[in-house]
C-alpha cells in the first residue's frame, strides 16, 4: 500500500539533485598555452545540461505511418563565470579561431580542434536517510553516478556578454553553443577513472 510518508522516505533517498555535478574538458595532444585553462573552466561551468537526442523520421506513407530515419544528437549549451581578465571568454574565442582561422577564413581539420567532455552527475548522502534505509550507502556524497561522454565536441557559438550599469554586483557570464558526433551515458565503474 503507497501512502504520502513512504514516498517521502523513499523518495528522499533516490531523487537526483539538478546542482551536484561537474564538467570536465579534456584536451586533444600536443594542444597549446590554453591546456592551463581547461580545469579553470571546469570549474566556472555553472550551469549544464546533460545532451538530449532527437530521432528524424519521415513524411508519413500510405499507410499513416512515420518511420524513424536516423539518431539525431541535439547541440550542447554550457554557461560560465567570467574572471576579471576573461580568459574563459578568450578561451572559447582562441578555440573557435583554431576551427576557422580568422586572416584565410579557412576551416581546419576536425581531428585538430575536437575535444571530448564528461559531464559527471554528483551523488549525494544524507545520514538521516541512510539510517531510516539500511540499504543506501551514506559514501556517495561528491561520487560520480551516472556519466554522459560527449565525444568530437567543438563551440559552435559563443554568445555575447551583455554589460550594464544595472547589474552592479552580479557576476558575468556568457554561454557557449556546442556540436558534437555523439555522446553516451556510463553508470558502472565510475570512480575508478
Given at each position: 500500500m503507497?501512502?504520502?510518508?513512504?514516498?517521502?522516505t523513499?523518495g528522499?533517498?533516490?531523487?537526483?539533485?539538478?546542482?551536484?555535478y561537474?564538467?570536465?574538458?579534456?584536451s586533444?595532444?600536443?594542444?597549446?598555452?590554453?591546456?592551463g585553462?581547461?580545469?579553470?573552466?571546469?570549474?566556472?561551468?555553472?550551469?549544464a545540461?546533460?545532451p538530449?537526442?532527437?530521432?528524424?523520421?519521415?513524411?508519413?506513407?500510405?499507410?499513416?505511418?512515420s518511420?524513424?530515419?536516423?539518431k539525431?544528437f541535439?547541440?550542447?549549451t554550457?554557461?560560465?563565470?567570467c574572471?576579471?581578465?576573461?580568459?574563459?571568454?578568450?578561451?572559447?574565442?582562441?578555440?573557435?579561431?583554431?576551427?576557422?582561422?580568422?586572416?584565410?577564413?579557412?576551416?581546419?581539420f576536425?581531428?585538430?580542434y575536437?575535444?571530448?567532455?564528461h559531464?559527471?552527475?554528483?551523488?549525494?548522502?544524507?545520514?538521516?536517510?541512510s539510517?531510516?534505509l539500511?540499504?543506501?550507502s551514506?559514501n556517495?556524497?561528491?561520487?560520480i553516478?551516472?556519466q554522459?561522454?560527449?565525444?568530437?565536441?567543438?563551440?559552435k557559438?559563443?554568445?555575447p556578454?551583455?554589460?550594464s550599469?544595472?547589474?552592479?554586483?552580479?557576476?558575468?557570464t556568457?554561454?557557449?553553443?556546442?556540436?558534437?558526433?555523439?555522446?553516451?551515458?556510463?553508470?558502472?565503474?565510475?570512480?575508478?577513472?
Amino acid at each position: 500500500m503507497s501512502n504520502i510518508s513512504n514516498f517521502k522516505t523513499i523518495g528522499q533517498a533516490n531523487f537526483a539533485f539538478s546542482n551536484l555535478y561537474q564538467v570536465v574538458f579534456f584536451s586533444p595532444p600536443n594542444r597549446g598555452p590554453n591546456v592551463g585553462l581547461l580545469s579553470k573552466i571546469s570549474l566556472y561551468c555553472n550551469a549544464a545540461q546533460i545532451p538530449g537526442v532527437t530521432i528524424a523520421t519521415t513524411e508519413k506513407a500510405l499507410d499513416f505511418r512515420s518511420r524513424a530515419k536516423q539518431k539525431v544528437f541535439d547541440d550542447l549549451t554550457l554557461n560560465f563565470y567570467c574572471s576579471e581578465n576573461m580568459s574563459e571568454y578568450v578561451f572559447f574565442n582562441d578555440w573557435i579561431n583554431e576551427i576557422v582561422n580568422p586572416n584565410t577564413n579557412r576551416v581546419g581539420f576536425h581531428r585538430f580542434y575536437n575535444r571530448t567532455i564528461h559531464i559527471n552527475k554528483l551523488g549525494r548522502s544524507d545520514d538521516n536517510i541512510s539510517r531510516r534505509l539500511p540499504n543506501q550507502s551514506s559514501n556517495r556524497k561528491n561520487e560520480i553516478v551516472f556519466q554522459t561522454i560527449v565525444e568530437e565536441v567543438y563551440p559552435k557559438r559563443v554568445d555575447p556578454i551583455a554589460l550594464s550599469y544595472g547589474t552592479s554586483g552580479n557576476i558575468t557570464t556568457f554561454s557557449v553553443n556546442f556540436a558534437y558526433t555523439r555522446h553516451y551515458h556510463k553508470t558502472e565503474n565510475l570512480n575508478e577513472q
